[in-house]
């Protein structure tokens, strides 16, 4: 097996996390996949890949090279259809991720509509409320709500999102519209305990930051449902603006204590290999660039 081959085996047991799916998907047996991986690492003279009983990792070595693997082969692609007079068609599998959320609202549609588009174009889409290894997971376009750590990844900022606290008009008419956010320490409550959601609630009142620990009511594992629930009335929740723009404009919801919210959230779509990207990359890229920043739910 010559070194592409190596390399090709090698990011496919590094995507998939495993010897057995990578032999499935490259239609190799398992053993040649496992001779191939061994191979690369006697030549290199360093373990890429720490194996266990049940899992497969890279090591710090095996993030880097996986790096170099996935440019050289994707550059080896794009020669090829340059060659074949197809430099500019999108082709191939695309690998992305987005929040749940965000990803059923905006990204889906998206890429429903790219795939009509551009036929020869297949989608492996991670919708999960974590924040994926773009490198270790194999993926080519991320996006992400909030503040970007340094990174090598290429990033365009589409938008940005409030977090926001709604209630249902029927509950305001009701229980009152809180003028203070320590209104809300006794109110009823919704929350999430979904990931990257705070026990405290933080505002900014007079430009000091104030968080307020309110005692839930109800606490649900899904945004969606925590939406649902203040739409049919049975107290304020703390989502994200995009998240409940449908609701607002329908009359289901109200945005409360809006002067106290904390700053604007940025959107960015990231992407790997900046203009040496595929074809298929750049262009899904550019379609959903676009159509974000054309999304007034988006704008903040």
Sequence with gaps: MDRFQEMQVF???????GFSAAARRLGMSAASVTRA???????????????????????????RYLEDCRRILAEVQEAEDSVAGSHAQPRGQLTLTAPVLFGELFITPLMVNFLTQFPDVTINALLVDR???VVEEGIDV?????????????AIRVGEVRRVICASPQFLAIHGRPRHPQDLAKAPIIATSSIGQQRSWPFLVDGEALNVRPE??????????AITAAS??????????????GKVAAGELEIILAGFEMPALPI???YQGGRNAPARVRSFV????????ENPALSG
């Design 11 to 17: 990011a496919a047991v590094a995507q998939d996390q």
């Design 37 to 63: 991986v061994a191979a690369l690492e006697k030549r290199i003279g360093t373990q890429l890949l720490t194996r266990t009983t049940r899992s497969v990792h890279l090591s710090e070595a095996g993030q």
């Design 131 to 133: 924040i994926v290894s």
């Design 142 to 154: 991320a996006v992400r709500i909030g503040e970007l750590p340094d990174s090598n990844q290429h």
């Design 216 to 225: 839930p009511r109800l606490v649900v594992t899904a945004n969606q449902a």
């Design 232 to 245: 049919l009335g049975l107290g304020f929740t703390r989502v994200l603006s995009y998240q409940v723009a």
């Design 268 to 270: 960015h779509v990231m």
């Design 286 to 293: 550019d379609f959903t660039v676009k159509a974000l920043r």
